[in-house]
């Protein structure tokens, strides 16, 4: 396995790696002063009042500087292989050009290129979505991160996954977030949740996230701990159906994710605000808040339209993913894939250039 890589693409898969091993883009993006903000903005409501946050963030250090100024002057081949690190090298670099164009228009034309836009059939699926389904509280719901952290743990100890840890993090996150540079799985302080939703968000982060980077490190290039060319549409994706297929959808992910649609469709043409008070006709004050949030991060002054507006990528994910067979399903397993490289991904499996996935959902074992 791997004995067909060309020695060149090894030396390229090596540099490329320990440029950006450590690069975690969201530092960057998820606002220093969420939490402050937040409160800032709900409390104008209170007094009925217009509030559009004005977010903080970090700027970019020196050591990421200089990673993305390293593969700016990459040469990369043009054969199948140097086709993949065309791609994550122009991720990367349109996420340096983000973090570096903090003014509306500037950071969304690039946000745009990286995530792209929801089609007008996108929004509007979403828009039948909720009109389908009624908001509904959780039935049961109890403040559980403390309980979600020890199954959490339980589940990788049994998995003997060793090198995850869990963490807290800002109210940003819906359900969880795995990150992937330090190997950590996030949870939002004062989640609700019951016991059901419970098993969601280890589908979330394990079945889905961590599955996925497990595999990678049996793969003979680092680019598939790295990230293919956007495989966090394909990883969002997966999540819906891996859902789907175990009968834990509900019609409340469902609407989340619908949500998600509309707060690219809305944050693209309004301020935070007036995408808020349109969201919040559909959710709850919470929910409306968070999903505005999503859209409109990376904006300092949210007043402005725009932002990153990636909020579709699941729902996208999923709708491209939905119709692939169990063993197309199993090769999105193999790393930090896209769908749109399966073929090529199928291929190698077949030469024996890559490794077949260990670690799958019970559901997709052959």
């Not at 209170?46 to 004005?54: D, W």
Request: proline share 4%; with cysteine.
């Amino acid at each position: 396995m791997g004995k067909s890589i060309p020695a060149n693409i090894r030396k390229l898969d090596e540099e490329f790696f320990q440029n950006v091993r450590f690069f975690d883009e969201w530092k960057y993006f998820f606002p220093t002063n969420f939490d402050t903000e937040k409160v800032k903005f709900f409390d104008a409501i209170e007094h009925r009042q217009i509030y559009n946050p004005v977010f903080e963030y970090i700027d970019i250090d020196e050591q990421d500087f200089e990673a993305i100024e390293s593969i700016k002057s990459m040469t990369i081949p043009e054969d199948e292989f140097g086709k993949l690190y065309a791609q994550i090298k122009q991720r990367f670099l349109l996420t340096f050009e983000m973090i570096q164009n903090r003014q509306a228009q500037s950071f969304t034309n690039f946000a745009q290129k990286k995530y792209g836009i929801p089609s007008s059939d996108l929004v509007q699926e979403a828009q039948s979505i909720l009109r389908k389904y009624r908001r509904q509280p959780i039935q049961n719901a109890f403040s559980g991160i403390r309980v979600i952290m020890d199954q959490l743990k339980e589940r990788l100890v049994s998995l003997n996954i060793t090198d995850w840890t869990v963490d807290i993090c800002q109210g940003y996150v819906w359900l969880a977030r795995a990150n992937h540079t330090e190997q950590k799985i996030l949870l939002p302080e004062g989640i609700l949740v019951n016991e059901a939703w419970i098993e969601k968000i280890i589908q979330l982060v394990i079945e889905v996230c961590v599955f996925q980077q497990q595999n990678a490190q049996a793969q003979p290039l680092e680019i598939f701990r790295v990230g293919l060319d956007r495989f966090e549409e394909t990883q969002a994706g997966l999540f819906i159906e891996l859902a789907h297929r175990t009968s834990t959808i509900d019609s409340q992910i469902l609407r989340r994710h619908a949500g998600g649609v509309l707060s690219s469709y809305l944050g693209f043409q309004y301020s935070f605000w007036e995408t808020y008070e349109r969201l919040s006709n559909l959710f709850s004050p919470q929910t409306a808040f968070t999903l505005t949030a999503q859209g409109k991060m990376g904006l300092v002054d949210t007043q402005e339209k725009g932002g990153i507006l990636h909020g579709h990528l699941p729902f996208q994910g999923w709708k491209k993913i939905k119709s692939l067979t169990t063993d197309q399903l199993q090769c999105l397993y193999i790393g930090l894939v896209g769908i749109d490289q399966i073929d090529q991904l199928q291929a190698w499996l077949g030469e024996g250039k890559l490794a077949r996935p260990i670690f799958l959902p019970q559901i997709f074992h052959p």
